[in-house]
């Protein structure tokens, strides 16, 4: 069986945790998997042998069912975002790294080596900013090495020292209230924040209607960016409501078909932007395949991308999660308006000011996608609750 298979065996159904599996490469993974330390592995009738009198039936498994086919891997591996895989295998990577460099083991790691490696990424300047991992990019860390060790078949390090060490940290930053002691979050794009946003949009060309109706079909579905640059011609039908818009919700692995209503205002109407846009895109003749596509600077919907000859991106000309972000960015940047934008603003946004307008939590979360128990969408609205359900309110002081 190969290292990637032993890696990435599944262990029972009652012990299978929800974490990342990350496609890391032989030179991430130092210490050989150990296939025998999975724990109970699912055992079928076949794999019962004759025992001694009052013992327990022992289960005899071969090399082929460890196995797994290069088909196999790539699709438990597609079950993690790219994102992600890429995010935990550079954690990996630079632990595996410095393990090297202190002779120290990385798996199966002792909680002593954890915590020493914690300790190291908080006090050790990042080459991007100069500065040691914050708190979160931290945890992420942790979370990254955790899961090694059970994709492996090894129980988890002992984490109690590498947590002291995080908390220690922690508290170093608040009290010397450096901006890291904050999780950072996306501001949140509300109807008067896009107003500003849209009100130096152009749309008497593509590019503006385009960037108009991404802002306001992505704020209406409370689509992450790359759940929205997804959306494909099909999959948006006109109704006598507005439009009927699904999207694939890749973290809870469902459809949702999102109700796309008329806007009081029609500088900030969804259903008006979007009518117009794909109205301009049937002008241009692109009456089906993806949504938001890219478009050139003489405003022209851009031919296929190519390198050394041949094609790279979508030949159909869709637009990257990347660079929906960036219009949102851009389109904050040039309104004026300060704050930590991305395209997550958008998402954001439509929780906070859903939550403000009274609409249930559970609605909310429904319609925009987010799993059971989000702790992220908690957060958001707590950030409306702790003023409108404050103990102070009403109190007559």
Same mark, same amino acid.
């Given at each position: 069986?190969?290292?990637?298979?032993? %890696?990435?065996?599944?262990?029972?159904?009652?012990?299978? *945790?929800?974490?990342?599996?990350?496609?890391?490469?032989?030179?991430?993974?130092?210490?050989?998997?150990?296939?025998? +330390?999975?724990?109970?592995?699912?055992?079928?009738?076949?794999?019962?042998?004759?025992?001694?009198?009052?013992?327990?039936?022992?289960?005899?498994? @071969?090399?082929?069912?460890?196995?797994?086919?290069?088909?196999? =891997?790539?699709?438990?591996?597609?079950?993690?975002?790219?994102?992600?895989?890429?995010?935990?295998?550079?954690?990996?990577?630079?632990?595996?790294?410095?393990?090297?460099?202190?002779?120290?083991?990385?798996? &199966?790691?002792?909680?002593?080596?954890?915590?020493?490696?914690?300790?190291?990424?908080?006090?050790?300047?990042?080459?991007? @900013?100069?500065?040691?991992?914050?708190?979160?990019?931290?945890?992420?860390?942790?979370?990254? *090495?955790?899961?090694?060790?059970?994709?492996?078949?090894? &129980?988890?390090?002992?984490?109690?020292?590498?947590?002291?060490?995080?908390?220690?940290?922690?508290?170093?930053?608040?009290?010397?209230?450096?901006?890291?002691?904050?999780?950072?979050?996306?501001?949140?794009?509300?109807?008067?924040?896009?107003?500003?946003?849209?009100?130096?949009?152009?749309?008497?060309?593509?590019?503006?209607?385009?960037?108009? @109706?991404?802002?306001?079909?992505?704020?209406?579905?409370?689509?992450?960016?790359?759940?929205?640059?997804?959306?494909?011609?099909?999959?948006?039908?006109?109704?006598?409501?507005?439009?009927? *818009?699904?999207?694939?919700?890749?973290? =809870? +692995?469902?459809? @949702?078909?999102?109700?796309?209503?008329?806007?009081?205002?029609?500088?900030?109407?969804?259903?008006?932007?979007?009518?117009?846009?794909?109205?301009?895109?049937?002008?241009?003749?692109?009456?089906?395949?993806?949504?938001?596509?890219?478009?050139?600077?003489?405003?022209?919907?851009?031919?296929?991308?190519?390198?050394?000859?041949?094609?790279? #991106?979508?030949?159909?000309?869709?637009?990257?999660?990347?660079?929906?972000?960036?219009?949102?960015? +851009?389109?904050? =940047?040039?309104?004026?308006?300060?704050?930590?934008?991305?395209?997550?603003?958008?998402?954001?946004?439509?929780?906070?000011?859903?939550?403000?307008? #009274?609409?249930?939590?559970? %609605?909310?979360?429904?319609?925009? #996608?987010?799993?059971?128990?989000?702790?992220?969408?908690?957060?958001?609205?707590?950030?409306?609750?702790? *003023?409108?359900?404050?103990?102070?309110?009403?109190? #007559?002081?």
């Amino acid at each position: 069986m190969s290292e990637t298979g032993r %890696e990435l065996a599944v262990a029972a159904a009652d012990e299978v *945790v929800d974490a990342e599996l990350v496609d890391e490469g032989p030179a991430l993974f130092p210490v050989p998997a150990d296939p025998g +330390r999975h724990p109970r592995p699912f055992i079928d009738d076949a794999d019962w042998t004759p025992a001694a009198a009052g013992t327990a039936p022992q289960a005899v498994h @071969t090399d082929r069912d460890r196995h797994l086919s290069p088909e196999t =891997v790539a699709a438990i591996e597609e079950s993690a975002a790219a994102s992600t895989r890429r995010a935990y295998g550079a954690d990996r990577a630079a632990f595996a790294a410095w393990c090297a460099e202190e002779e120290r083991v990385p798996v &199966p790691a002792t909680g002593e080596t954890v915590a020493e490696w914690v300790r190291h990424l908080t006090v050790t300047p990042r080459k991007r @900013t100069g500065k040691p991992a914050g708190p979160s990019t931290i945890e992420r860390a942790m979370s990254a *090495v955790t899961t090694w060790h059970e994709e492996q078949g090894h &129980p988890k390090p002992n984490m109690r020292g590498a947590r002291a060490v995080l908390n220690a940290y922690k508290d170093r930053l608040a009290e010397g209230k450096a901006e890291a002691a904050r999780a950072r979050q996306a501001t949140a794009a509300l109807p008067a924040q896009i107003r500003a946003m849209l009100a130096g949009v152009d749309r008497s060309t593509l590019a503006g209607q385009r960037n108009a @109706t991404l802002v306001l079909v992505g704020f209406a579905t409370a689509a992450r960016v790359s759940e929205l640059v997804a959306l494909d011609r099909a999959a948006v039908v006109e109704t006598e409501h507005g439009y009927d *818009v699904t999207l694939y919700r890749k973290k =809870v +692995r469902k459809y @949702t078909t999102n109700a796309i209503l008329y806007g009081s205002d029609a500088a900030t109407c969804p259903v008006r932007a979007l009518r117009a846009y794909l109205a301009a895109l049937d002008a241009a003749g692109r009456t089906e395949g993806p949504v938001f596509v890219r478009v050139d600077r003489w405003d022209r919907i851009a031919p296929p991308m190519t390198r050394r000859g041949r094609t790279i #991106g979508d030949p159909a000309g869709r637009m990257t999660a990347e660079a929906a972000a960036e219009v949102v960015e +851009r389109l904050a =940047v040039a309104a004026g308006l300060s704050g930590d934008w991305s395209g997550h603003s958008l998402r954001r946004g439509f929780a906070t000011a859903a939550r403000a307008a #009274g609409h249930d939590p559970l %609605e909310i979360a429904r319609a925009g #996608g987010w799993v059971d128990g989000s702790r992220v969408l908690a957060r958001y609205m707590d950030d409306v609750d702790r *003023v409108k359900n404050s103990p102070l309110v009403g109190i #007559g002081l």
